[in-house]
C-alpha cells in the first residue's frame, strides 16, 4: 500500500451536513437501512419510534486511492457511498430500524491503511480527521434532529473508535447522559475502565450502559492479542452479560447470512479471555468453512439478538422515566 506524508496530500471538503445527501441514513430518506432481512417476518418501524441510534460505520476506504485523496476518503465519492451502503448500512444499521430512527452520516473515513502504517503519527491524523466530521455530525444531529429524544449510539470497528471517544466528549458524566440509552461498539477492544461512569453491560434490560465484543472462531487467538484485546471488556450478545457462559446457537433469534437473508440459530457465542469465541455459524456447508476471524460478521451472526436488545432498553428507558417519546424526525 502507497501513501504520502499525511502532511503533503490534499483532503477531501469536509461534509456540510445540512445537506442529506452527506447522510448516509436519515429517517427522512429512502436508503438501505430500511431494509429487513430476506425471509424475516420483521418490519421497518422508523415512522414510530420513540428513539434515536446514531451510528457510524467500519471502514469500508480499503482500495488503493485512484486520486489525491490518500489518506481520508471522500464523502461524495458515489462508488465508495455504494459499498458503504450496500454493506455495512444494509448489514448493520438496518438492525435498528424496528426501534429507532437511524442517523449515519458518511464522514472521511480513515483508510484501512491508517492502523497499519508503521508511522503511527500519519495514521493518527487521519483518523483524527475521521473523528472531526463525526463529532460535526453529531452535534449537527442533536442541534437539528434530535428535539430532546432519548439516543442510542451504535458502531463497528473504525466506528467504535470514533464512537468511544464521542461518548467520553459528550455523553460521559455529561447532561445528555440523561437521554443516553445504550452503546453498541462493537468490533474494537474496549478497556474495561473506558468511561468514568457509563459501565458495561451485565443484563440485557440495563439503561445508560455499553456492550461490545470482537468475533473468532473457538479456540483461536489472534496473533495480535497480546497488544490489542487482551484486557479488553467483552459483551455475550447472546445473554448481554461478560461472563464466560457458553450460550448455545438455540438462544440466537436469527442472523443474516449471504445476500441479507435471514438465518435463524446462525451462532453460539462463549466469552474467552476478552474475545467471542464462535463454532462455525450453523448453515449449509458448515464443514467446509476455514474462517477464523469473524470480524465482518459481528453483527451479522446476531443481527436479531441486538435488535431485541436495543427495543428492550428503549422500552426500559421509557419506564424508568415514565414519560412518552418526545416528538420530532
Known sequence: MIQSDFSKVAFPVAPDYSDPTLWASLPTKTDAADSVPRNSNIKEMQTTAKADVFFIYPTIFTEEPTNQYQWNADVRDKDLNQKIQSSTILNQASIFNGSCKIYAPYYRQAHLYSFYTPNRSDGTKALDLAYQDVKAAFEYYLSNFNNGRPFVIASHSQGSYHAERLLKEYVDGKPLQNKFIAAYLIGRPIKPDA???????????????????????????????????????CTNPLLWNSSDSFAAKELNQGGVALHFTYAPQLADAQIHDGILWTNKPYIKGRLLLRTKVWHRADMNFFYMNIRENVALRIEKYFEGNNSSAPSGE
Open 195 to 233: 468511561f468514568a461512569s457509563i459501565h458495561a453491560s451485565q443484563k440485557p434490560d440495563e439503561v445508560g450502559v455499553w456492550a461490545s465484543w470482537n468475533t473468532f472462531s473457538r479456540n483461536y487467538m489472534p496473533s495480535n492479542y497480546n497488544t490489542y484485546f487482551k484486557g479488553a471488556m
